[in-house]
C-alpha cells in the first residue's frame, strides 16, 4: 500500500513519523515502512529535509503523489485547498481514500472541490495536534459517509500511530479543533505565564519551564489516566486556607475560566468561516 502525502510540514512530519517510530500494521498485516510512503512539498530544501530525515521517496509534483496514493494524505493549509485540489483531482483514483487534516473544511465542500460526490468519495476528515510530534497527539476522525469500515479502521491505525485518535460525527469537529489542535497554543501560554510567576520569586528561568511544563503534563496524565473530573482533582490540591485556593480565587477574580471558554468559541468562530 502506498501512502502519500501533499505537504510536509508540521502535521505531515507527526504523522510520518509515528507511522515509522510505531511500524504501524495494516489490515493485510504488513508493517507501515519508508517504501510505502511519498510525500510532496514546494520547496526543495523542505523535500531533502523530509528524504534524509525518514528515508521516504519526495517530489515537487503533487499530481505524482496523487496518482500513486492509495491512502492521500492532505496536509495543506485550508486557503490552500481549492489550488492543490483542482491540480490533483484528475490525477485521484476513484478506490484512493483520501484523509484531510485541513481546519474548518467539511466533507461536502471537500468533495465538491474535487468534483466528487460525498456520498460515494471515499474521504475521511482528521484534526491532528502539535503535540503528535512527541508522540502525544489527539486526533478527531470523522469518516464521510462513502467511506467504508476498512477505511475507518485504516485511518484510525495511522492517527494512532502518534496518539489518541477519537471518531466523532462532523458537527463537533469544529469544537474538536478548538479544544484539541488549538488548545496547544494556550497551554504553551499558560506555561510561559507559570514560570514567569516562577521567576519573578527567584527561579531560574530553565528550572522554571521545566518545573511548569512537567506540572502541566502530569496533570493532564492524571485525568486521562483516573478518569476523575478535573474539578474534583483540583480540589484534592485546594487544602482549606492553604496557599493553592488562594490562588485559584486569584484565577477566578481574573476570568480565567470565562477567558478560556472564549478562546475555544473564537476559534470555532473562525474554523466556521474558513
Same mark, same amino acid.
Do not use: W
Given at each position: 500500500?502506498? @501512502?502519500?502525502? @501533499?505537504?510536509?510540514?508540521?502535521?505531515?512530519?507527526?504523522?510520518?513519523?509515528?507511522?515509522?517510530?510505531?511500524?504501524?500494521?495494516?489490515?493485510?498485516?504488513? +508493517?507501515?515502512?519508508?517504501?510505502?510512503?511519498?510525500?510532496?512539498?514546494?520547496?526543495? +530544501?523542505?523535500?531533502?529535509?523530509?528524504?534524509?530525515?525518514?528515508?521516504? !521517496? /519526495?517530489?515537487?509534483?503533487?499530481?505524482?503523489?496523487?496518482?500513486?496514493?492509495?491512502?492521500?494524505?492532505?496536509?495543506?493549509?485550508?486557503?490552500?485547498?481549492?489550488?492543490?485540489?483542482?491540480?490533483?483531482?484528475? !490525477?485521484?483514483?476513484?478506490?484512493?481514500?483520501? @484523509?484531510?487534516?485541513?481546519?474548518?473544511?467539511?466533507?461536502?465542500?471537500?468533495?465538491?472541490?474535487?468534483? $466528487?460526490?460525498?456520498?460515494?468519495?471515499?474521504?475521511?476528515?482528521?484534526?491532528?495536534?502539535?503535540?503528535?510530534?512527541?508522540?502525544?497527539?489527539?486526533?478527531?476522525?470523522?469518516?464521510?459517509?462513502?467511506?467504508?469500515?476498512?477505511?475507518?479502521?485504516?485511518?484510525?491505525?495511522?492517527?494512532?500511530?502518534?496518539?489518541?485518535?477519537?471518531?466523532?460525527?462532523?458537527?463537533?469537529?469544529?469544537?474538536?479543533?478548538? /479544544?484539541?489542535?488549538?488548545?496547544?497554543?494556550?497551554? %504553551?501560554?499558560?506555561?510561559?505565564?507559570?514560570?514567569?510567576? !516562577?521567576?519573578?520569586?527567584?527561579?531560574?528561568?530553565?528550572?522554571?519551564?521545566? %518545573?511548569?511544563?512537567?506540572?502541566?503534563?502530569?496533570?493532564?496524565?492524571?485525568?486521562?489516566?483516573?478518569?476523575?473530573?478535573?474539578?474534583?482533582?483540583?480540589?484534592?490540591?485546594?487544602?482549606?486556607?492553604?496557599?493553592? @485556593?488562594?490562588?485559584?480565587? +486569584?484565577?477566578?477574580?481574573?476570568? %480565567? $475560566?470565562?477567558?478560556?471558554?472564549?478562546? /475555544?468559541?473564537?476559534?470555532?468562530?473562525?474554523?466556521?468561516?474558513?
Amino acid at each position: 500500500m502506498k @501512502i502519500g502525502f @501533499i505537504g510536509l510540514g508540521n502535521m505531515a512530519t507527526a504523522i510520518i513519523g509515528g507511522l515509522l517510530r510505531e511500524g504501524t500494521v495494516l489490515a493485510d498485516g504488513t +508493517a507501515v515502512t519508508a517504501a510505502d510512503l511519498i510525500g510532496s512539498a514546494k520547496t526543495e +530544501a523542505t523535500r531533502q529535509a523530509k528524504a534524509t530525515q525518514f528515508g521516504i !521517496a /519526495v517530489t515537487a509534483d503533487n499530481r505524482e503523489v496523487a496518482a500513486v496514493a492509495d491512502v492521500l494524505v492532505l496536509a495543506v493549509k485550508p486557503q490552500f485547498f481549492p489550488e492543490v485540489t483542482t491540480e490533483i483531482r484528475g !490525477a485521484v483514483n476513484e478506490n484512493t481514500l483520501v @484523509i484531510s487534516i485541513a481546519a474548518g473544511l467539511t466533507l461536502e465542500r471537500i468533495a465538491a472541490l474535487f468534483g $466528487r460526490d460525498e456520498n460515494t468519495m471515499r474521504l475521511i476528515r482528521c484534526m491532528p495536534n502539535t503535540p503528535a510530534l512527541v508522540n502525544a497527539g489527539c486526533t478527531a476522525v470523522c469518516p464521510g459517509t462513502g467511506a467504508t469500515e476498512d477505511d475507518e479502521a485504516l485511518c484510525l491505525a495511522l492517527m494512532e500511530s502518534f496518539g489518541h485518535a477519537i471518531v466523532i460525527p462532523e458537527r463537533l469537529m469544529d469544537a474538536a479543533s478548538a /479544544v484539541a489542535g488549538s488548545s496547544p497554543a494556550f497551554v %504553551f501560554m499558560f506555561i510561559e505565564a507559570l514560570a514567569d510567576g !516562577a521567576v519573578e520569586a527567584g527561579m531560574p528561568r530553565a528550572q522554571a519551564y521545566e %518545573f511548569a511544563a512537567a506540572a502541566v503534563a502530569g496533570s493532564a496524565q492524571l485525568v486521562l489516566e483516573t478518569g476523575r473530573h478535573p474539578g474534583d482533582l483540583k480540589d484534592m490540591v485546594c487544602s482549606p486556607g492553604g496557599t493553592t @485556593i488562594e490562588g485559584v480565587k +486569584a484565577l477566578e477574580q481574573r476570568g %480565567f $475560566r470565562a477567558a478560556a471558554m472564549e478562546a /475555544v468559541g473564537a476559534c470555532v468562530a473562525k474554523a466556521k468561516a474558513l
